[in-house]
């Protein structure tokens, strides 16, 4: 029988809070172990950097010019040719996904067999019922269903008084542990191993909603953290520290100064929900072990995006910076299937949309002509002369803040499509991009061939940033290009 195939996507977790990264407080033992038993890819990016955008390259190992996702916009509908569920299901896996889908309509399966959902407090299903969509939360949610037939009276999330957008706000969670969204999809994936077709090998999505705001950590994790003595975030020399509109009062603020009481509390619950996932995660490797599973299972884990937790003064996601774009990328294998060199990093620059061509690979499943990404099979399998990118493409809609940029993990070239602001940072010498080298002489050179770069990625697109031969300021963003809006 063909291995089993486990996805496990978490969200807005930064690459560096892994201890196997040596980060100075967050403790990951399943994770650093899964590391240790498969390859760990240390630039690894989200091309674009927020939860609709990311999760289409997932799903279709597409560029987010191919998804036309190219920012955040909720509510159009997934319309694509091949996704990665479908492929696994055609080739008689069982596929189920559990945890945050952030499709639209809301419960589309998109391939798999099985979906059980549960995709946070998402916007446009806070109201009731919302007659644009004819959905409500109440109605599409399976967690706050399973939540609520198990507590007393109209238990709800927003009952911990937190935006599900806020990255400057925590508490500890109001219930008791098993019933926190985390443990819940740790449980049903437990539940789909007792129940799943013996006869036929899986395809299982466990994508958990945190550490994804609100910032509710159970107690017995959070007290691991609020104690200690945290970092400091980094502070470049181009960061804004003015601040004068007091943006960084704001509950759901983006930018700004943030109180630092308050800043320290979403730190160390922001580090608190990590370890909290990564239990949960050990308690369903323990589950594969148990049900025998274990050794014919390769495992992905990888993050949609990160946070930038302060970050030159900034949080959240969605902007070209290390905290926000670097994604924890690891490919396990504990029975040895894919004859990796286990225990190793890899510094190849991957992204999200090689993804799909990876997994497929490694179930000997033919990849459709649509895919874009790469396989990174040749690179774990130390194959030679091994013909890899050269680097990614990676963008945002963002308002003034729109941006486009390029990047190998080493270095990397930032232009702000509204204002023609440019930026460039060596990562190797500044890995956290406290220095922006765009007017240094030594570094002409360099920014010329990143940009020329930029200039063809762009050329041909319908925003009408480039000719092929010029970038051009100010030209209208669209978060949704018109071939996935028809």
Same mark, same amino acid.
């Given at each position: 029988?063909?291995?089993?195939?486990?996805?496990?996507?978490?969200?807005?977790?930064?690459?560096?809070?892994?201890?196997?990264?040596?980060?100075?407080?967050?403790?990951?033992?399943?994770?650093?172990?899964?590391?240790?038993?498969?390859?760990?890819?240390?630039?690894?990016?989200?091309?674009?950097?927020?939860?609709?955008?990311?999760?289409?390259?997932?799903?279709?190992?597409?560029?987010?010019?191919?998804?036309?996702?190219?920012?955040?916009?909720?509510?159009?509908?997934?319309?694509?040719?091949?996704?990665?569920?479908?492929?696994?299901?055609?080739?008689?896996?069982?596929?189920?996904?559990?945890?945050?889908?952030?499709?639209?309509?809301?419960?589309?399966?998109?391939?798999?067999?099985?979906?059980?959902?549960?995709?946070?407090?998402?916007?446009?299903?806070?109201?009731?019922?919302?007659?644009?969509?004819?959905?409500?939360?109440?109605?599409?949610?399976?967690?706050?269903?399973?939540?609520?037939?198990?507590?007393?009276?109209?238990?709800?999330?927003?009952?911990?008084?937190?935006?599900?957008?806020?990255?400057?706000?925590?508490?500890?969670?109001?219930?008791?542990?098993?019933?926190?969204?985390?443990?819940?999809?740790?449980?049903?994936?437990?539940?789909?191993?007792?129940?799943?077709?013996?006869?036929?090998?899986?395809?299982?999505?466990?994508?958990?909603?945190?550490?994804?705001?609100?910032?509710?950590?159970?107690?017995?994790?959070?007290?691991?953290?609020?104690?200690?003595?945290?970092?400091?975030?980094?502070?470049?020399?181009?960061?804004?520290?003015?601040?004068?509109?007091?943006?960084?009062?704001?509950?759901?603020?983006?930018?700004?100064?943030?109180?630092?009481?308050?800043?320290?509390?979403?730190?160390?619950?922001?580090?608190?929900?990590?370890?909290?996932?990564?239990?949960?995660?050990?308690?369903?490797?323990?589950?594969?072990?148990?049900?025998?599973?274990?050794?014919?299972?390769?495992?992905?884990?990888?993050?949609?995006?990160?946070?930038?937790?302060?970050?030159?003064?900034?949080?959240?996601?969605?902007?070209?910076?290390?905290?926000?774009?670097?994604?924890?990328?690891?490919?396990?294998?504990?029975?040895?299937?894919?004859?990796?060199?286990?225990?190793?990093?890899?510094?190849?620059?991957?992204?999200?949309?090689?993804?799909?061509?990876?997994?497929?690979?490694?179930?000997?499943?033919?990849?459709?002509?649509?895919?874009?990404?790469?396989?990174?099979?040749?690179?774990?399998?130390?194959?030679?002369?091994?013909?890899?990118?050269?680097?990614?493409?990676?963008?945002?809609?963002?308002?003034?803040?729109?941006? %486009?940029? +390029?990047?190998?993990?080493? *270095?990397?070239? =930032?232009?702000?499509?509204?204002?023609? &602001? /440019?930026?460039?940072? !060596?990562?190797?010498?500044?890995?956290?991009?406290?220095?922006?080298?765009?007017?240094?002489?030594?570094?002409? %050179?360099? +920014?010329?061939?990143?940009? *020329?770069?930029? =200039?063809?990625?762009?050329?041909?697109? &319908? /925003?009408?940033?480039? !000719?092929?031969?010029?970038?051009?300021?100010?030209?209208?963003?669209?978060?949704?290009?018109?071939?996935?809006?028809?």
């Amino acid at each position: 029988m063909k291995p089993n195939i486990l996805l496990i996507e978490v969200d807005q977790m930064r690459a560096d809070c892994l201890s196997i990264m040596d980060h100075p407080v967050v403790d990951t033992p399943n994770l650093d172990q899964l590391a240790r038993d498969g390859v760990l890819f240390t630039n690894a990016y989200a091309a674009t950097p927020s939860c609709v955008p990311a999760r289409a390259s997932i799903l279709t190992g597409m560029s987010q010019a191919s998804t036309g996702r190219v920012g955040y916009q909720d509510k159009v509908p997934w319309k694509y040719e091949n996704t990665l569920a479908d492929e696994f299901s055609k080739a008689g896996y069982h596929t189920q996904s559990i945890g945050k889908m952030h499709v639209y309509p809301t419960r589309s399966l998109c391939g798999f067999h099985n979906v059980i959902l549960h995709d946070g407090y998402m916007h446009y299903n806070r109201f009731k019922f919302n007659t644009k969509t004819m959905e409500s939360a109440d109605s599409v949610d399976d967690y706050l269903n399973w939540m609520r037939d198990r507590t007393i009276g109209h238990v709800d999330l927003s009952d911990l008084g937190l935006d599900c957008n806020s990255s400057t706000m925590a508490r500890p969670w109001h219930l008791a542990e098993e019933l926190h969204p985390t443990n819940w999809l740790t449980t049903q994936s437990i539940d789909f191993l007792r129940r799943r077709d013996p006869s036929k090998p899986f395809f299982l999505k466990m994508s958990y909603v945190r550490p994804h705001p609100p910032f509710d950590p159970p107690s017995v994790f959070y007290d691991m953290y609020r104690d200690m003595d945290l970092p400091d975030p980094p502070l470049g020399d181009w960061a804004d520290t003015n601040d004068r509109s007091r943006e960084g009062l704001n509950p759901v603020t983006a930018k700004g100064l943030v109180p630092k009481q308050r800043f320290q509390r979403a730190q160390a619950a922001y580090y608190a929900l990590i370890t909290h996932v990564d239990h949960q995660i050990g308690r369903f490797l323990n589950a594969l072990q148990e049900y025998g599973v274990y050794n014919n299972t390769i495992i992905l884990f990888v993050s949609d995006h990160g946070e930038l937790l302060g970050d030159h003064n900034l949080f959240r996601k969605s902007l070209p910076y290390e905290g926000s774009a670097n994604v924890p990328f690891i490919l396990a294998d504990p029975g040895n299937h894919l004859s990796m060199k286990k225990n190793s990093r890899l510094e190849e620059v991957v992204e999200l949309r090689d993804i799909m061509p990876t997994l497929l690979g490694a179930a000997n499943i033919a990849i459709p002509d649509t895919v874009e990404g790469k396989s990174v099979l040749p690179l774990v399998r130390k194959e030679q002369d091994v013909q890899w990118r050269e680097y990614i493409h990676g963008e945002h809609t963002l308002g003034n803040q729109s941006y %486009q940029c +390029i990047t190998n993990g080493k *270095e990397k070239y =930032i232009w702000y499509s509204q204002t023609g &602001e /440019e930026q460039f940072f !060596d990562l190797i010498k500044d890995p956290k991009e406290l220095t922006n080298r765009i007017q240094e002489a030594d570094y002409v %050179q360099r +920014i010329q061939v990143r940009r *020329e770069q930029l =200039i063809q990625e762009l050329a041909g697109r &319908e /925003e009408g940033y480039s !000719d092929g031969k010029s970038l051009f300021v100010g030209k209208a963003v669209k978060s949704t290009l018109a071939h996935a809006l028809t």
